[in-house]
């Protein structure tokens, strides 16, 4: 079984539309989580952490459910900038992060 | 601004050859890692290391080995290089330990023919 998760997509969203992303863990041990952005043919950027409260930055909302593993990414009013595969990252053991295959968005004006 | 620098964008060795990827970062981090990053499997843990001259393996280390003599850089090396490693190679480094950001390399992009 993989450490994490992610529905691959394609997701297809007009401008202005809500998304939703989820993953799973499989890791009940796992410490911190994350969001990773990778545009095409460049390097992920971190995009934000995942917080047990759940946490806002902008547009984009993070939460964790740990009683079901899973992780979510919420963006709202999708611009077309927004477009790019989004990377969902746990984090298990000292030092090392596992990453899932990606989410591929892409909004469409 | 943190920068993660590796030696090539793009690099095409033949079967067997021995391939050389070099990582270079100057914000002082303590780990630096390798990733191999395929469609349909993500990114895969090569190799990390926490400290100069130390080295741990990842996910799938077969095939690699790596180095790090300088606390700022951290190598690939593919002994003997085979078709089922063309692959995007990631660099990239961190703070130690707690919560933390990986900052990547702009990837190198190995075919092997």
């Known amino acids: 079984r993989k450490e994490v998760e992610q529905d691959p997509g394609p997701f297809n969203v007009p401008e202005g539309a809500t998304v939703a992303f989820n993953c799973t863990y499989s890791?009940?041990?796992?410490?911190?989580f994350f969001w990773y952005r990778q545009d095409c043919r460049k390097e992920p950027k971190l995009l934000m952490s995942v917080y047990s409260s759940g946490n806002e930055d902008g547009r984009f909302t993070a939460q964790l459910n740990r009683a079901s593993q899973y992780i979510s990414l919420l963006i709202r009013d999708s611009k077309l900038s927004d477009s790019a595969t989004y990377l969902c990252v746990v984090k298990a053991g000292a030092n090392n992060l596992f990453f899932g295959t990606g989410t591929r968005l892409t909004v469409i004006p | 601004d943190v920068k993660v620098t590796q030696s090539s964008r793009y690099l095409v060795k033949r079967t067997g050859e021995k391939v050389f990827l070099e990582c270079v970062q100057d914000m002082d981090h303590e780990n630096m890692f390798w990733y191999r990053q395929d469609p349909g499997l993500g990114l895969r843990l090569i190799y990390f290391s926490y400290d100069v001259k130390m080295k741990e393996k990842g996910d799938i280390p077969e095939g690699y080995s790596v180095s790090r003599e300088k606390k700022e850089r951290f190598s690939l090396i593919l002994e003997s290089a085979s078709t089922n490693q063309t692959s995007m190679y990631l660099c990239?480094?961190?703070?130690?330990?707690?919560?933390?950001?990986?900052?990547f390399g702009p990837g190198t992009r190995l075919t092997v023919t």
């Open positions: 990239a480094s961190s703070w130690q330990g707690g919560s933390y950001e990986q900052y």
């Open positions: 890791n009940s041990a796992s410490q911190s």
